[in-house]
């Protein structure tokens, strides 16, 4: 088991990595002093639901604890105010009180929504994380909370920092190949932002990591959760450097809007789009290699680098505007300046990034 | 005009108090760093919208602000995620960015419901309260801001504090004379749980107030926001001391919850909750004085302090038991000592309440 330390002062809080540790739960919320005066909501998701949940209820009933479960249909969809309106009716009828906690079994749907709703229920009580997907090591470490609205994602929400975070890898054994895939693209965009050492060690174990062995996930995950730590450490409410992780992101998330949000997986929208700031990059006088390797270990990874034909520019465009990466009007692009290097550019225009968009298109 | 500071350190802000100081409102926004660069949304209701919201934006503009402008139903239904949603959507059209700032034109309704959009929106953006209502000099103060759901009040919100309050007197000459009256019970409220020589002023100057004597509302309110102010101060997060701003609001929910929201006003069901709190602190072996007072008070200014005889004893205490001042199954009573103080009493037993809930509907 490997322990991270998340330091944000009197928020600060651990992330355990380890195959097997939700064998001990019920130890670790107690460790971590969580009542078990007052009742606790578990959320998940019906894919979830099958494979986690009853041995996570037996486990902390078994602890002592009072468990009421909710489980919401698997998907994007269920991160909007309906749902959360239907999640804080359970919690009312359950008795949730101050003191009481929400944990969020799932990837990372499932954290937003549950962590927007251990944000607003009663104004703010206690929320832990149980990722179950790659992905989610992004999504679970940093605080940041939300549900959908009909015109944007992620646009409704809070800083609700965790308790803890548990990841137990041997979730991860029953994630589709495509999802695997697609989580790994968050740890390759810890590392391209930071780390380049880690970048080789990612490409020479791309093949170890895709069919999900054990030790290469949990030091992979360990080093993207770390990445993503030291950031969040030194900017919790995303007022400057926080800025980086968002590497991809800008046109990742114009093409989630743009393709509806079921032909792209957010790690597959997300890969194209760091093709797309390579490019940028590029355009803008960084070296070609940058180009070069980050198209390479996508690949490696079987991970998309073209964008779909039938994709429409001007929609992407229209999206990307939208996008709330914007900051008093101008276009906040995080441009790689090398491999494990990045800055936060606010002067790429929106021309620049249509050319690079249609490019997108032509990448073979 | 009077100035008061909000002491929380880094989210501390001044609350201004006075006779048309709307006319200055550009330039205490300006002093105050509120962006000209991003626009603006001000939320009002279909009351306060014919009263001040043209003359809030014409100043607004000629300062160079960039205004948009959302108008709710008036009253409690508004403040649902339903509502919020909407307005979501207006402040995406708008393309509100994260320096924006929400600003709150009305009364507590309108605060609680703006001040959750700012807490929201993009994770938080900033927030300006003009409260333009007598009750609202309690809500606009502390941070405090929510959504109803249809099983329960204020239980889906945040705490989010403004950048400033604009208390400008003048705005309150239009309000109804039953409105006024009940804003004037939470004044007395802050008298009887902190300050017994503003209870003896308040009770000198009952007609004054009520009849909306300039000087004396401006004294008024300067007091009561300074008493929410030191208990805010000392309490941000409700994790104590806080909680005896809740003087008569434990029964005053459950009657508003019972009675449904229109037959009583929030602060004609504190009144009778305030009637009964010092009813339990008589029954608890403090002075009849208590009593005495609080009842003669209350009177003095035209609240009520029997309960409606046809409101059911068995709903109000269902009511009252899902409210969420209950803390792991015990219920939190604020019960006064003497005039003046109060005391969180966790031991007040619910057959004792209910008893005096019962004596309530007896009161002459």
Same mark, same amino acid.
């Given at each position: 088991?490997?322990?991270?330390?998340?330091?944000?002062?009197?928020?600060?809080?651990?992330?355990?990595?380890?195959?097997?540790?939700?064998?001990?739960?019920?130890?670790?919320?107690?460790?971590?002093?969580?009542?078990?005066?007052?009742?606790?909501?578990?959320?998940?998701?019906?894919?979830?639901?099958?494979?986690?949940?009853?041995?996570?209820?037996?486990?902390?009933?078994?602890?002592?604890?009072?468990?009421?479960?909710?489980?919401?249909?698997? !998907?994007?969809?269920? /991160?909007?105010?309906? %749902?959360?309106? =239907?999640?804080?009716?359970?919690? $009312?009828? @359950?008795? +949730?009180?101050?003191?009481?906690?929400?944990?969020?079994?799932?990837?990372?749907?499932?954290?937003?929504?549950?962590?927007?709703?251990?944000?607003?229920?009663?104004?703010?009580?206690?929320?832990?994380?149980?990722?179950?997907?790659?992905?989610?090591?992004?999504?679970?470490?940093?605080?940041?909370?939300?549900?959908?609205?009909?015109?944007?994602?992620?646009?409704?929400?809070?800083?609700?920092?965790?308790?803890?975070?548990?990841?137990?890898?041997?979730?991860?054994?029953?994630?589709?190949?495509?999802?695997?895939?697609?989580?790994?693209?968050?740890?390759?965009?810890?590392?391209?932002?930071?780390?380049?050492?880690?970048?080789?060690?990612?490409?020479?174990?791309?093949?170890?990591?895709?069919?999900?062995?054990?030790?290469?996930?949990?030091?992979?995950?360990?080093? !993207?959760?770390?990445? /993503?730590?030291?950031? %969040?450490?030194? =900017?919790?409410?995303?007022?400057? $450097?926080? @800025?980086? +992780?968002?590497?991809?992101?800008?046109?990742?998330?114009?093409?989630?809007?743009?393709?509806?949000?079921?032909?792209?997986?957010?790690?597959?929208?997300?890969?194209?789009?760091?093709?797309?700031?390579?490019?940028?990059?590029?355009?803008?006088?960084?070296?070609?290699?940058?180009?070069?390797?980050?198209?390479?270990?996508?690949?490696?990874?079987?991970?998309?680098?073209?964008?779909?034909?039938?994709?429409?520019?001007?929609?992407?465009?229209?999206?990307?505007?939208?996008?709330?990466?914007?900051?008093?009007?101008?276009?906040?692009?995080?441009?790689?300046?090398?491999?494990?290097?990045?800055?936060?550019?606010?002067?790429?225009?929106?021309?620049?990034?249509?050319?690079?968009?249609?490019?997108?298109?032509?990448?073979?």
């Amino acid at each position: 088991m490997r322990e991270l330390n998340v330091n944000l002062g009197e928020r600060s809080y651990p992330i355990y990595i380890g195959q097997g540790i939700m064998e001990q739960i019920g130890e670790l919320f107690a460790k971590h002093g969580i009542s078990k005066g007052s009742p606790m909501l578990i959320v998940t998701d019906s894919h979830v639901e099958q494979h986690h949940l009853p041995n996570v209820i037996r486990r902390l009933e078994a602890a002592g604890y009072k468990i009421t479960s909710y489980t919401v249909p698997f !998907g994007e969809q269920s /991160k909007s105010l309906r %749902v959360l309106e =239907d999640i804080i009716a359970v919690a $009312l009828q @359950a008795g +949730l009180d101050r003191k009481s906690t929400v944990v969020a079994l799932g990837g990372g749907v499932v954290g937003d929504l549950a962590g927007f709703v251990a944000a607003s229920y009663m104004r703010g009580v206690k929320f832990i994380q149980i990722p179950t997907t790659i992905l989610a090591h992004d999504s679970s470490v940093g605080g940041k909370v939300a549900v959908n609205h009909p015109l944007a994602k992620n646009i409704i929400g809070a800083f609700h920092q965790p308790e803890l975070v548990l990841y137990d890898t041997s979730t991860l054994q029953t994630l589709p190949d495509r999802d695997v895939r697609a989580g790994l693209s968050e740890m390759i965009k810890h590392g391209l932002i930071w780390d380049a050492n880690f970048v080789a060690w990612l490409e020479e174990n791309a093949e170890k990591l895709v069919h999900l062995d054990a030790e290469a996930l949990e030091y992979g995950l360990y080093e !993207g959760c770390r990445v /993503k730590t030291i950031v %969040v450490s030194q =900017d919790e409410k995303e007022h400057g $450097l926080r @800025a980086i +992780l968002n590497l991809g992101h800008t046109i990742g998330h114009a093409l989630e809007a743009t393709a509806g949000y079921n032909e792209l997986l957010h790690g597959e929208a997300i890969s194209i789009g760091m093709v797309g700031s390579a490019k940028v990059a590029v355009r803008l006088g960084y070296s070609e290699h940058i180009y070069t390797v980050t198209k390479r270990i996508l690949q490696a990874f079987g991970l998309p680098t073209s964008l779909p034909q039938h994709l429409d520019t001007d929609e992407i465009m229209s999206a990307m505007m939208h996008d709330k990466k914007f900051d008093e009007g101008n276009i906040v692009f995080i441009v790689p300046t090398e491999i494990g290097k990045v800055e936060i550019n606010k002067n790429v225009s929106a021309a620049l990034v249509r050319e690079v968009v249609e490019q997108l298109k032509l990448e073979v």
